[in-house]
C-alpha cells in the first residue's frame, strides 16, 4: 500500500517567516508533486519532480521553491510566508517512468495559516 | 493549453437518485481522464480512470471524444457517496505526467 505522509497536518505561521513543508513517500516513485487546494478553485500545481535533484515549476510557482535532495522526500518551501498563502497543500506522487503508472498518490493535506 | 471543466460546484440529490456529475476537457492530445474523490476527513484518491472502463462503487464514467466530455454516473445515490470529485486530465510528457484538475463538484446525497 502506497504511503505518502506530510510532515503536518496543521500549522500556523507568521507573515514573513520562512516554512518548510515536507512530503514523504515509501514506494521508491519517481514523481512527486505540490499542490495547494482552496475552495472554489480546485487542485493547482505548485511545483514537481521527476528525478532527484530536478524540479519543474507547475502553475502557480510564484512565492514558492521545493527541494529534492533525496528520492523518497519532497520539500515546499515558502521563502517569505504571506497571508494570500494560507491553504490546503496536498503531496502527491506517482511511479512514473516510460512505462509506469502515472496514477497519483496522496498525503493527508498540510492546512497552513498565516497570519 | 488543457482545461477541464466541472460545470456544477455543488450537486444535492436524494438517497436513490441517479447521479451525473459533469466534466468537459479541451486538449489538443490524445486525453486520459481520471475522477478522484475525497470523502470527509480523509486523503484524495483515484475514483476511476478512462482507460480501464471500469466500474467502480458503481460509478462509471465513459469518454466521449466528440462531445469532450467524462461525466460521472452513477445510477443510484447513496448517502455514503457524499464528498467532493475533481475530474482530471492527464498530460504526458517523457517519463512522467502531470494532471489538470477541475474545479471540483461536492455531491451532497440525502435520505
Known amino acids: 500500500d502506497v504511503k505518502v505522509t506530510q510532515s503536518s497536518r496543521y500549522l500556523v505561521k507568521r507573515t514573513g517567516e520562512k516554512v518548510f513543508l515536507e512530503c514523504v513517500q515509501d514506494?521508491?516513485?519517481?514523481?512527486m508533486f505540490w499542490y495547494r487546494q482552496d475552495p472554489g478553485l480546485g487542485l493547482r500545481l505548485i511545483y514537481f519532480?521527476?528525478?532527484?535533484?530536478?524540479?519543474e515549476k507547475g502553475d502557480i510557482p510564484e512565492g514558492y521553491s521545493v527541494s529534492r535532495e533525496k528520492k523518497e522526500r519532497f520539500s515546499l518551501i515558502l521563502e517569505s510566508a504571506s497571508t494570500n498563502q494560507t491553504s490546503m497543500y496536498l503531496c502527491?506522487?506517482?511511479?512514473?517512468?516510460?512505462?509506469?503508472?502515472?496514477?497519483?498518490?496522496f498525503g493527508p493535506g498540510t492546512r497552513l495559516t498565516v497570519t | 493549453a488543457q482545461r477541464v471543466t466541472q460545470p456544477e460546484k455543488l450537486l444535492s440529490v436524494f438517497k436513490g437518485a441517479p447521479v451525473e456529475l459533469k466534466c468537459n476537457y479541451s486538449?489538443?492530445?490524445?486525453?486520459?481522464l481520471f475522477w478522484y474523490v475525497q470523502y470527509s476527513r480523509q486523503r484524495l484518491q483515484l475514483l476511476l480512470r478512462?482507460?480501464s472502463r471500469e466500474s467502480i462503487k458503481g460509478f462509471t464514467a465513459d469518454l466521449n471524444k466528440g462531445e469532450t466530455s467524462f461525466h460521472l454516473k452513477k445510477p443510484f445515490a447513496q448517502e455514503e457517496d457524499s464528498a467532493m470529485y475533481y475530474c482530471?486530465?492527464?498530460?504526458?510528457?517523457?517519463?512522467?505526467?502531470?494532471?489538470?484538475f477541475g474545479k471540483g463538484t461536492m455531491l451532497l446525497v440525502s435520505p
Open positions: 486538449y489538443s492530445g490524445s486525453p486520459e
Open positions: 519532480s521527476y528525478d532527484v535533484k530536478m524540479k
Open positions: 514506494m521508491d516513485h519517481e514523481n
Open positions: 478512462h482507460i
Open positions: 482530471a486530465l492527464s498530460e504526458r510528457n517523457s517519463g512522467y505526467s502531470t494532471l489538470t
Open positions: 502527491a506522487s506517482s511511479l512514473g517512468g516510460l512505462d509506469g503508472s502515472y496514477e497519483q498518490y
